[in-house]
């Protein structure tokens, strides 16, 4: 059983920052593309940056040059750097990755909990 834990959300002011981190844990054979995305209050969910197993990344237009994506192979983890934060991120953040767990061709979407980022004076 494949696990995706969160963590680094919470409160900010309006230009602030956070960095959220999203670990997974259990059987992995290996891991594909990685991501970030977010649930506003009243709105769909959408892909707010994505990193693949080469380290190319792609952002939506409204993070582009404050958000930056990373990933960390060694302990299967990515992270999501937030600055320059506005009231408009503010939703729960949620961490997917395509994942391998049987061998290492199929791959399987998983996704995390889910961490609250509250930006607000």
């Known amino acids: 059983q494949v696990q995706l834990v969160e963590s680094g959300g919470g409160l900010v002011q309006p230009g602030g920052s956070l960095r959220l981190s999203c670990a997974a844990s259990?059987?992995?054979?290996?891991?594909?593309?990685m991501g970030w995305y977010r649930q506003a209050p009243g709105k769909q969910r959408e892909l707010v940056a994505v990193i693949t197993s080469a380290d190319y990344t792609n952002y939506v237009d409204s993070v582009k040059g404050r958000f930056t994506i990373s990933r960390d192979n060694a302990k299967n983890t990515v992270y999501l750097q937030m600055n320059s934060l506005k009231p408009e991120d503010t939703a729960v953040y949620y961490c997917?990755?395509?994942?391998?767990?049987?061998?290492?061709?199929?791959?399987?979407?998983?996704w995390g909990q889910g961490t609250q980022v509250t930006v607000s004076s």
């Open positions: 997917n990755a395509e994942i391998a767990t049987t061998d290492w061709i199929r791959l399987n979407e998983y």
């Open positions: 259990g059987r992995i054979f290996r891991i594909n593309d």
